[in-house]
């Protein structure tokens, strides 16, 4: 992509509504624009890392066994009627009347629903174990929307649905979302670390929630240090082996970790002082069991291995997307810009030619600028003819994992420097070696 025909309106000035870094860098870097309170579009540049991180976690819930579906945004009222939780929502449900006056809302969650579609068509045991995602925007009517897309009223989640005959079942699909949760966290280059967690309104027994530490997080927390060093599993974790996937859920659930509301303070003083940290939060998912809260007042049942009927035991999974990008804002940037994690960069390489218009410089760029677009790399191409340091200044900002600048003396000696976004370390190199390089 060239930079001069990319729809990427940066600000210079730091817009004065935006209160924490990543609502700051967002705006100025062109990702993100306002609409109204709560509610956001994702430009180009913003659009490209959401759709990032949407493909790490389907790649992820689909390894994990689950199977992506649509739902529609809007509902009708009559499902949340049946379940009993159309009055219990409250305020921070939209509530909607068509031209008929009947009662729809802009789904918050989609429970009611996907238990709907469950109860339509499956009747035996034997369609068991089932887990059903869909990414899809929801609307909260928050009484406080603010830090931009970290708290919004319209945001995207994340939100999968398992379905099993008993606990134990239920049971080894949470597990098996607990360790997809660990992988995609990871993969989007976040350390999360899932904490013990109220089961609030959607209600239940089983609770945790996956907080990135940051100081402008929302929630305190206390969890121990050992959390920092615990691995991460692997791409070839096998889902379909209940024991090992359990083993890892104990292994990670073993040291103390609690968000305020499940704190426990006995527990808390029986971590070494120097192993303790008490920490702001930033919740980007959330897993429940909550067993037959819908599948009994919405009639879900199938029959089981001994041919009676047994209200199937549910769970579900969040996570909200938009959140999470600006949460690994938080988590990666320094006073120049976003740092942007490998695996969610908009753009592998900003291609920065020093001179445009200089028919050296030009013929140079636009021979890497193929080179690289043929070894798969993502390029962002600034021919702009803005100055030297306004080029730096926005790759900086825009936080491009690397940059390859390409100036009339290095041209002349054949030659470019290849600057890494992270580290600042520089390194001149060949031209004709900087395609391999990063192919
Ligand atoms: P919070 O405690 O921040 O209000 P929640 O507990 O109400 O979040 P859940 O119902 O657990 O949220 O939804 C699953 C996920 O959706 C959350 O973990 C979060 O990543 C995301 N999410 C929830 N509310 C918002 C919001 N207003 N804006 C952006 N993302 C959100
Ligand atoms: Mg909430
Ligand atoms: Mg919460
Ligand atoms: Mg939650």
New binding site residues.
């Given amino acids: 992509m060239r930079l001069s025909r990319y729809f990427l309106p940066i600000l210079k000035e730091n817009p004065r509504e935006a209160e924490i870094v990543s609502h700051r860098l967002m705006l100025r870097s062109g990702m993100i624009r306002q609409q109204g309170q709560?509610s956001f579009s994702w430009l180009p540049m913003g659009k490209r890392v959401l759709d990032k991180v949407c493909k790490i976690i389907r790649e992820e819930q689909d390894r994990a066994g689950a199977q992506e579906i649509l739902m529609p945004t809007i509902q009708s009222a009559d499902l949340w009627i049946e379940s009993g939780r159309y009055n219990d929502y409250g305020k921070?449900m939209l509530r909607i009347r068509d031209r008929q006056d009947r009662a729809m809302l802009y789904g918050?969650?989609n429970e009611e629903m996907v238990t709907d579609i469950f109860r339509s068509y499956v009747k035996s045991y034997k369609d068991l174990p089932l887990n059903l995602y869909h990414i899809q925007w929801?609307y909260?009517d928050?009484v406080r929307?603010r830090f931009g897309?970290?708290?919004?009223?319209e945001?995207?989640?994340k939100?999968a649905y398992s379905f099993d005959i008993d606990y134990e079942g239920a049971r080894a699909a949470y597990n098996r979302m607990f360790v997809s949760y660990l992988r995609t966290f990871a993969r989007v280059g976040m350390q999360a670390i899932p904490m013990r967690?109220d089961t609030?309104p959607?209600g239940g027994d089983l609770s945790h929630?996956?907080i990135i530490l940051a100081d402008t997080g929302?929630?305190a927390v206390f969890c121990h240090r050992d959390f920092l060093d615990l691995p991460v599993p692997g791409a070839d974790t096998d889902f379909a082996d209940d024991a090992g996937i359990d083993g890892i859920v104990k292994a990670w659930t073993t040291p103390y970790a609690a968000t305020d509301e499940m704190h426990d303070e006995n527990a808390w003083e029986e971590v070494p002082e120097g192993d303790r940290m008490a920490a702001r939060g930033?919740?980007?998912?959330?897993i429940?069991h909550f067993g037959e809260k819908y599948s009994k007042p919405m009639n879900a049942k199938v029959t089981g291995p001994d041919g009676k009927e047994h209200f199937v035991s549910m769970g579900s999974y969040?996570?909200?997307?938009?959140?999470?990008v600006?949460?690994i804002i938080e988590a990666s940037h320094d006073e120049n810009g976003i740092i942007w994690p490998e695996s969610v960069a908009p753009f592998d390489v900003a291609l920065i030619n020093m001179k445009a218009g200089d028919a050296d410089c030009d013929r140079a760029c636009d021979e890497l600028y193929d080179a690289l677009g043929a070894a798969g790399v993502d390029v962002l191409y600034d021919d702009t003819d803005q100055r030297p340091g306004g080029k730096f200044a926005t790759a900086d900002l825009i936080g491009l994992p690397w940059q390859v600048i390409v100036g009339p003396r290095g041209v002349a000696a054949g030659e470019a420097e290849v600057k890494n976004r992270k580290t600042g370390e520089r390194e001149t190199m060949p031209l004709s070696a900087v395609a391999a390089r990063f192919g």
């Fill in positions: 709560g921070e918050p969650t929801k909260r928050e929307p897309v970290m708290r919004s009223r945001f995207l989640m939100d967690a609030g959607i929630e996956f929302e929630s930033i919740e980007v998912g959330h429940f969040g996570i909200g997307p938009s959140r999470l600006a949460a």
